[in-house]
């Protein structure tokens, strides 16, 4: 079984012309070339996005399954991240918890003020009523 070939960003960079075009989505490299002609969205979607990581683009337009399944024809090999790369454009769908857990994390951290502030306040208030009641306790004595 033959290995799979590895891209650098620089190396995918230099397919950016109608006659030689790749892109990466998710991290995989595909070769456009022969389908710039075919693609329904039109070449020149495609052709802003030649020799990039077009994952955004081609996952903003909500494409289909069918459209998923012609990029599986037009694979050529893996991404290959260097240090100094920008990271994945989008994680993998399922994968991105990310954003939730800095939710909960905030979220957590609100409570906790909360019931820090609240406990402060109840005893600040206990102290109070003690001391008014010592208060009265002594006028009446
Ligand atoms: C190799 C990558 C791509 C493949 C295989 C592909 C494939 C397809 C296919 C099969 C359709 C028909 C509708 C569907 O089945 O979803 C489509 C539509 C479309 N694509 Fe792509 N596409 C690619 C990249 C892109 C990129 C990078 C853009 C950039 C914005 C884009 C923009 C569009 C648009 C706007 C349509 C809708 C066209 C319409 O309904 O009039 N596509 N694409």
């Keep these: 079984m033959a290995e799979v070939k590895e891209f650098t960003f620089q190396d995918v960079a230099e397919h950016n012309t109608k006659n030689d075009m790749f892109c990466v989505i998710h991290d995989k490299v595909y070769d456009c070339t022969k389908f710039l002609d075919e693609h329904p969205g039109g070449e020149e979607v495609m052709l802003d996005v030649a020799g990039q990581d077009s994952t955004e683009a081609f996952e903003d337009v909500g494409h289909s399954d069918e459209a998923r399944e012609v990029l599986e024809k ?68």
């Design 74 to 141: 037009l694979y050529v090999g893996e991404l290959k991240r260097q240090a100094g790369d920008p990271g994945p454009k989008a994680a993998p769908s399922g994968g991105n918890t990310s954003p939730s857990m800095k939710s909960d994390g905030g979220l957590s951290l609100g409570l906790y003020a909360v019931v820090v502030v609240g406990g402060f306040l109840a005893y600040a208030g206990y102290q109070y009523l003690q001391q008014q009641a010592a208060a009265q306790g002594q006028q009446q004595a």
